[in-house]
């Protein structure tokens, strides 16, 4: 069972598309993380979002975590090509330093 | 700077072998934490080090275990090899055990046949 739930699991899109990914949990977080990961490699850390109601921006990407801690959105704004990959957001527990980690949503753009 | 390394990057495996895989943390970090990644699905948490002790565990059996060294580098092994433990093993690094950011390292892909 997965304690955080990402959705959709799979997203194929034009160039210049915009698109938000959801990820949603019933249990509070002390903070969230969004990572990418490319075939063949270790995930990528994007950004951590600590409080609840944070949004943060970077560059095209744009991250908010939920007021109540439970869920995040990832949404990208005119996408390329160099965009595609596999879009993880993890869960920090109150305990220890122990990431649960959502099944990810693959992301293609086409050009 | 260097980043989190790991050794070796492909690994075959027959049903019931041992197996060790090795990663060496980015500079200046002290917390280690392996997580297994099968095909399709987001990465599990296995153990995490700390100081050279474990000091978390997720829902693996024992023989699953590791060690963590003075220099903060880690070996995570796997005993009586199944095929079900095949998987991208991932290693990921940070400051204290609490730490906000982890950096992973690019995996081993281990195939057992």
């Given amino acids: 069972t997965q304690l955080l739930e990402q959705s959709p699991q799979f997203l ?3 160039e210049g598309e915009n698109l938000t990914v959801y990820c949603n949990s019933s249990s509070v977080f002390s903070s969230l993380q ?8 270790g995930p990528v850390l994007l950004v951590t979002v600590v409080t609840g109601g944070e949004v943060k921006k970077l560059k095209r990407l744009t991250f908010q975590f939920g007021d109540a801690r439970k869920d995040s959105s990832l949404h990208i704004t005119a996408a390329q090509t160099g965009d595609t990959g596999l879009y993880l957001c993890a869960g920090r527990g109150s305990t220890l330093g122990r990431l649960y980690f959502g099944r990810g949503t693959q992301l293609t753009v086409w050009p | 700077e260097t980043g989190v390394t790991q050794s070796p990057t492909h690994l075959i495996k027959t049903r019931g072998q041992q197996v ?3 990663c060496s943390s980015q500079s200046g970090h002290n917390t280690v934490s392996w997580y297994q990644q099968a095909l399709g699905q987001g990465p599990q948490f296995i153990f995490q080090y700390y100081r050279e002790e474990e000091n978390g565990r997720g829902n693996f059996p024992p023989r699953f275990s590791g060690l963590q060294f003075p220099n903060y580098s880690s070996e995570l092994n796997v005993n009586a090899l199944e095929l079900d433990d095949s998987a991208l093993y991932l290693c990921a690094s940070s400051l204290e055990f609490e730490g906000l950011g982890y950096t992973f390292g690019s995996g081993t892909r281990l195939t057992v046949v």
């Fill in chain 1, 12 to 14: 194929s899109i034009q």
């Fill in chain 2, 20 to 22: 060790t895989l090795r």
């Fill in chain 1, 34 to 41: 969004w990572y990418r990961q490319e075939p063949g490699e």
